[in-house]
């Protein structure tokens, strides 16, 4: 028996980040998606998401409210897809 026991620690959950709407791109085109915004160096004032990120509104949401490379997205699984998915269709029955 040991009079101290070592703690033990488990690890902090992770949080991930979905953008939301699924598909999101500016009012400018599908080429200014959040993939675009990310990768154009997230700066509060200096890079994309903070010049630009609450201009170009599309879909009733800005690069910083959808992009999670902005700050925004969704961080609890819940997303809206823009574009479903059309569920198939079943083909027509030969006979």
């Not at 009012?27 to 200096?46: I, K």
């Not at 998401?49 to 509104?57: L, M, P, Q």
Request: hydrophobic letters at 25%.
């Amino acid at each position: 028996t040991t009079l101290f026991p070592t703690p033990t620690t488990s690890a902090a959950p992770t949080i991930t980040c979905t953008d939301n709407p699924v598909g999101w791109y500016d009012s400018w085109g599908d080429y200014f998606d959040c993939a675009y915004y990310s990768r154009n160096d997230y700066d509060a004032s200096t890079g994309t998401c903070g010049i630009i990120g609450n201009i170009f509104e599309n879909f009733n949401t800005t690069a910083n409210q959808a992009c999670c490379g902005c700050g925004g997205g969704s961080k609890d699984g819940t997303v809206t897809t823009l574009f479903p998915t059309p569920a198939p269709t079943s083909a027509a029955p030969t006979i």
